[in-house]
């Protein structure tokens, strides 16, 4: 019998061979009846493939594989969200991810259940678990459509919230959704910190251990439409806030203006709730936001017998005769099995010969919880009390009285030697624990002696060369850098006349006038929360004297005296820009003319700062306030050097030091890395109050939010009514094309690209009239928030009237010479001038990087 060959039977079967290889390398984006994963094998979500579902190893040197989605198209590999975050599985290849009886379930070598879905459904062959772009993984019945998910990740969340994702609280069911931390780095089994929120409240809360909350987020506001105690969330150009409070479940939600914008939210495993983004340029996470502020805000972090410090690295210490109960924890940043005794107790007993415990003091501590109150009226009783209870493992003794803690000491704080509000701690130690060689002492103590001597003599001579090197200055003030003067405390306290007449206040300090012995006006800031090493604030205290400039207010000198750090201005009589801008008395307005003049000269002070230092510095908080007023309403820069005199310190907590909300570049507020065109941003949004006398957010007597670039944007777009955008109370005296060129440049300068975005050095030639702006198109931000803003009432000039005669702002009539600028948590000093917007200047033209060019 012969048999016909087909060679195209070979074909189809050899095709359908390299279809299904093809189909698991490249990933599919679900798991159906037919089609499971196990090993490497994995599913994509589709159409963009953002993530990526399989097994993973999140230390990478051990067998412990974990069912987890991560992002695809990130280098680093962070995960998101884990199905068995408490039961591991040895070998991936043995395991499988399927759909079995109408679950996804996750099966061992032995085939047995791991993990599952807990779907009550029994349909099997329909049932299908798919891989969304918005990294929720979700279980449908294929054969319904338009059917809501039979179950997803989003409602059962780790320790990751993304965008479009829920925190719920069930009001049906009464429990909450809960983001809990992982256990430490590598093991993301549930640790110590949680998330939830608060219905009855509106808050969102973060505990330890489930049971003791330590940190809240405040009440939502409806009306600002952020938690009371996050004020980051203000006029955020990067995401949708948003709180739903029905019959079934209340719940907030956010999510991103722009869907390249990649962010999480995350519990993290030291007890902070933190927003991270993407930054593509560096290939890393960056911290946009964290609460709470302190890593030893958060609740026993280091553990029972571990003690937190705020100013050293890491963070927790054991206390004194303990030790980590596990080295490879602690090594991972897990520090919550806390501390062992070294040596037991030898509690005292009747005709013991053995040695009596004794009581280690440990001062400026906040004390531990949970402590019991002992009947004692010395220190002394209050001792034999703990003494005579084995169990008493600490005591303390103040005003109130004797306190006793019998159980694990927690949530030990040390706190900075600056601050006197600790109290002291007597830790209960083995006698052991206090023996020392006094022979080893004595020397010890003869070769500190002869060092400190040393030191002691070594300090008198410096001290001596230093005075006779300044003394040129005069009886009390010293020279620094030669142009510099060092004051002494109780010289600018008989110039203020003890401080008493205050000009005003800030975030880093007050400002008070003074009057030095030759009659010249100074204006003295007292920097507060500023812990600074001698020599570094006077070297940058140096540094920033050396730059002046006609538009810059320039620093006389400086007093720095242990703690006390002051520095001192000249003082500038009319006060600041906001004071004439928004003035309590019709007296003050400004004229268009000398409006003009401050725009110009605030720009040529920016564009020394940015282009004509030896580094770049970046202002960081431009607005009305930052800008004073000499007697010839000559503006200068204010507080320019701030940033560098505080950076270093906040750098810890730069997320939170931003500026002033409403002048900030959407760069800065998603936590990329600034560069001076934040300034140029925060310029523009400063040129339209300029122009029109208004803050650019105000709340009308109506109640409506009125956001002023975004009108005066729309009317420079439209080419009509210009004079329409002017302070009405100028009654249009003003050079419409003046008014028509400071709107126009005012719409280039906040522009979402900073690319798109003139330098100062354009701003000054545009003012001054060697280039022309063409017509800039309007910010996608501004966009966003007429979207955003369904109640929004634009400005005519009868509502600006009203608005105007109806504006009392209760700051300004304080000069911001006491202004501090709350951004300066980053050091300019370590800023790059970027690169130009253009790519050519002349006389007559410009090329900017946009398809609508700035200027021509």
């Not at 010839?632 to 820069?637: G, L, S, T, W």
Request: neutral net charge; proline residues 4%.
């Amino acid at each position: 019998m012969k048999l016909n060959y087909n060679p195209w039977l070979k074909v189809n079967y050899l095709f359908l061979c390299f279809a299904y290889l093809f189909r698991l390398s490249h990933g599919t984006d679900r798991i159906t009846a037919n089609y499971s994963i196990s090993g490497d094998q994995t599913i994509v979500s589709q159409p963009e493939g953002i993530f990526e579902l399989g097994f993973f190893n999140p230390s990478g040197n051990s067998s412990k594989y974990y069912i987890g989605i991560w992002y695809k198209k990130i280098s680093l590999q962070t995960v998101v969200w884990v199905a068995n975050r408490e039961n591991p599985v040895i070998d991936k290849h043995s395991c499988e991810l399927k759909i079995m009886n109408g679950n996804l379930v996750l099966t061992n070598g032995s085939k047995s259940p791991v993990w599952s879905s807990n779907l009550t459904s029994t349909k099997s062959d329909s049932i299908n678990a798919v891989l969304l772009d918005s990294g929720n993984l979700v279980i449908r019945d294929g054969s319904e459509r338009n059917q809501k998910p039979l179950w997803q990740s989003f409602d059962e969340p780790t320790n990751t919230w993304l965008p479009g994702g829920k925190l719920i609280y069930d009001k049906r069911g009464r429990k909450p959704q809960r983001l809990i931390s992982w256990k430490n780095q590598d093991d993301p089994a549930r640790g110590l910190f949680s998330l939830e929120l608060v219905p009855t409240t509106k808050e969102y809360v973060i505990k330890w251990n489930l049971t003791r909350q330590f940190w809240t987020s405040g009440a939502w506001d409806d009306q600002e439409r952020i938690f009371s105690l996050v004020p980051e969330m203000r006029l955020n150009y990067i995401y949708n806030f948003s709180y739903i409070d029905n019959s079934n479940e209340s719940y907030f939600t956010y999510s991103v203006y722009h869907s390249s914008f990649i962010s999480r939210f995350v519990m993290d495993i030291s007890g902070q709730v933190k927003q991270l983004t993407w930054l593509e340029e560096t290939q890393q996470w960056n911290l946009f936001w964290s609460n709470p502020k302190q890593q030893c805000q958060v609740y026993a972090y280091c553990g029972a017998f571990g003690s937190c410090n705020q100013n050293s690295l890491p963070f927790c210490t054991c206390l004194k005769g303990f030790k980590p109960k596990s080295e490879g924890d602690w090594g991972l940043s897990d520090y919550s099995r806390g501390c062992e005794r070294k040596t037991d107790l030898q509690c005292e007993r009747p005709n013991s010969q053995k040695k009596r415990d004794r009581f280690f003091p440990y001062n400026n501590l906040v004390l531990p919880q949970n402590d019991t109150k002992l009947n004692a009226g010395t220190i002394e009783e209050c001792e034999a009390a703990c003494s005579k209870n084995c169990s008493c493992y600490a005591y303390a003794y103040d005003g109130s009285g004797c306190s006793a803690w019998h159980e694990d000491l927690l949530n030990i704080q040390q706190l900075s030697d600056g601050d006197t509000s600790g109290k002291t701690l007597y830790l209960r130690l083995a006698a052991s624990e206090f023996t020392k060689k006094k022979n080893k002492n004595l020397v010890i103590g003869v070769v500190v002696g002869s060092i400190i001597v040393t030191l002691a003599l070594f300090c008198l001579v410096f001290g001596l060369l230093w005075r006779q090197k300044y003394r040129s200055v005069g009886s009390s003030n010293k020279g620094v850098e030669g142009s510099l003067i060092s004051f002494g405390y109780r010289e600018l306290q008989h110039a203020t006349k003890n401080f008493s007449d205050k000009l005003g206040g800030g975030g880093f300090g007050s400002v008070f006038k003074g009057t030095l012995p030759d009659s010249s006006v100074i204006a003295v800031k007292k920097l507060e929360s500023f812990s600074q090493g001698e020599k570094q604030f006077r070297t940058e205290v140096s540094t920033i004297g050396t730059i002046q400039h006609v538009n810059l207010v320039r620093l006389r000198g400086f007093c720095s005296e242990g703690t006390k750090k002051l520095l001192v201005y000249d003082y500038m009589p009319n006060g600041s820009l906001e004071a004439h801008l928004f003035p309590e008395k019709s007296s003050n307005l400004l004229d268009w003319k000398t409006r003009y003049q401050i725009a110009l000269g605030t720009a040529r002070g920016l564009t020394y700062l940015h282009e004509k230092c030896r580094d770049c510095i970046i202002h960081c908080d431009i607005k009305p306030e930052n800008i004073l007023l000499d007697a010839e309403f000559c503006p200068k820069v204010a507080d320019f050097g701030l940033a560098k005199l505080v950076g270093r310190d906040f750098s810890r907590v730069l997320t939170t030091m931003r500026g002033t909300r409403g002048y900030l570049a959407p760069e800065w507020i998603s936590g990329v890395a600034i560069t001076a065109k934040a300034d140029v941003f925060s310029y523009g949004m400063m040129l339209f109050e300029l122009i029109s006398g208004h803050r650019n957010t105000e709340q009308s007597v109506y109640g409506t939010v009125k956001f002023f670039p975004t009108w005066a944007a729309s009317k420079v777009a439209e080419g009509a009514e210009i004079m329409s955008i002017l302070d009405p109370r100028l009654e249009g005296n003003a050079d419409e094309e003046e008014v028509k060129k400071i709107c126009k440049l005012a719409c280039w300068c906040i522009q979402d690209n900073e690319i798109q975005r003139p330098s100062m050095g354009q701003v000054v030639q545009i003012i001054e009239g060697v280039l022309d702006v063409n017509m800039p198109p309007m910010p996608r931000s501004l966009q966003v928030f007429v979207e955003e803003q369904d109640n929004i009432m634009f400005y005519t000039e009868s509502s600006s009237a009203q608005s105007s005669q109806s504006r009392n702002t209760s700051s300004s009539a304080q000069s911001s010479q006491t202004r501090n600028t709350s951004s300066s948590a980053q050091s300019s000093q370590t800023r790059n001038t970027p690169t130009a917007s253009s790519s050519s200047i002349s006389k007559n033209s410009v090329s900017t990087m946009s398809n609508n060019n700035a200027v021509e």
